[in-house]
């Protein structure tokens, strides 16, 4: 019989991926066709997946392969944090124009 205990970790994961939720909601319908209201709310919304799924991680602690599943996951979020705050930051110095990277 498997254990399945509520693990008080997975709260505060939980509650910061409802508020990341909630501002990207905010900010994308405060206005809709602004580049850094986008940005910044895609920025929020892959925070949430982050926050989710390590959430749900901390949730399935008792069974390995499903924590490791949910960590997989949330690591789709990880990735594209660093891209939406570089997008996010170009957008906000309307620095779209200028050649920032060197090759």
């Not at 960590?71 to 594209?80: A, D, E, S």
């Not at 997008?87 to 906000?92: L, N, P, R, V, Y």
């Not at 309307?94 to 090759?103: F, L, P, S």
Request: net charge positive.
């Amino acid at each position: 019989m498997m254990n399945h205990n509520f693990n008080l970790y997975s709260i505060p994961s939980f509650i910061a991926s409802i508020l990341l939720l909630g501002l990207a909601l905010f900010v994308y319908k405060s206005n809709r066709r602004s580049p850094i209201n986008i940005t910044f709310a895609l920025e929020c919304f892959v925070s949430f997946i982050w926050q989710f799924c390590y959430g749900m991680m901390y949730l399935f602690s008792y069974d390995k392969d499903m924590a490791l599943l949910w960590m997989k996951i949330g690591y789709l979020g990880v990735i594209f944090i660093s891209v939406f705050i570089y997008h996010f930051i170009i957008e906000f110095l309307g620095r779209k124009k200028e050649r920032i990277v060197a090759y």
